[in-house]
C-alpha cells in the first residue's frame, strides 16, 4: 500500500517503536491519514474503469481480524505480535475509510465468523456455500485459496446486502 516516493514508513508501527510515544501516536496518525488518501485514490481509479466497462458497483465486503480490540499505542508498540496486529488493522480502517469516501457501503465481518453468517444472510446450508465458491473458483482459476475464497464471499455479502 505504499506508492513509490510516497512519504512515510509501509510498516508504521514496527517504525514508531523506539520513538518517543507523542513522535510515535503522530508517526502513525501520520501513516493511517496517508494509507488512507492512497486506498481512496485507487479505490476511485478500480471504480472508474469498472464503470467505463458498463459495471455498476454495489459496495464492498472486507473480513475484519477475529482478535481482540487493539490496547493502547504503548502495549501495542511493547509487542511485535500486536505490531503487526496493529498493521493489519491501520490498512483495513484505510480501505473502509477509502470506500466511505467513495460513497460505496461497507459490509464488514470478522474472519472467523463469514461463513456462519454468509451461510445464514444468504440462506443457504454451509455446505452449499462451499460447493459454490469451490464452483466459482474453478471457473476462475488459480489462485484460489484461502483468502480469494473469503473475498468471495464478503463480496457476496456485500452484494446481498443490495
Request: charged share 25%; glycine share 8%.
Amino acid at each position: 500500500m505504499r506508492e513509490r516516493g510516497a512519504a512515510g514508513p509501509s510498516q508504521p508501527y514496527h517504525a514508531a517503536g523506539g520513538l518517543d510515544i507523542r513522535e510515535a501516536r503522530q508517526l502513525v496518525a501520520n501513516c493511517a491519514a496517508r494509507a488512507a488518501a492512497l486506498a481512496t485514490t485507487a479505490l476511485r481509479g478500480i471504480l472508474k474503469d469498472l464503470r467505463q466497462l458498463g459495471h455498476e458497483v454495489a459496495g464492498c465486503g472486507l473480513l475484519l481480524s477475529s482478535g481482540r480490540p487493539l490496547p493502547k499505542l504503548e502495549s501495542i508498540l511493547a509487542s511485535h505480535a500486536l505490531i503487526h496486529t496493529a498493521e493489519g488493522e491501520l490498512f483495513r480502517e484505510a480501505l473502509c475509510a477509502a470506500s466511505r469516501e467513495c460513497g460505496l457501503p461497507v459490509t464488514t465481518v470478522k474472519e472467523r465468523e463469514l461463513l456462519t453468517r454468509a451461510a445464514a444472510d444468504l440462506r443457504l446450508p454451509v455446505s452449499q456455500l462451499e460447493r459454490h465458491v469451490a464452483a466459482m473458483g474453478k471457473a476462475m482459476g488459480p489462485p484460489w485459496r484461502q483468502d480469494q475464497k473469503f473475498a468471495a464471499v464478503a463480496a457476496w455479502l456485500a452484494l446481498g446486502r443490495r
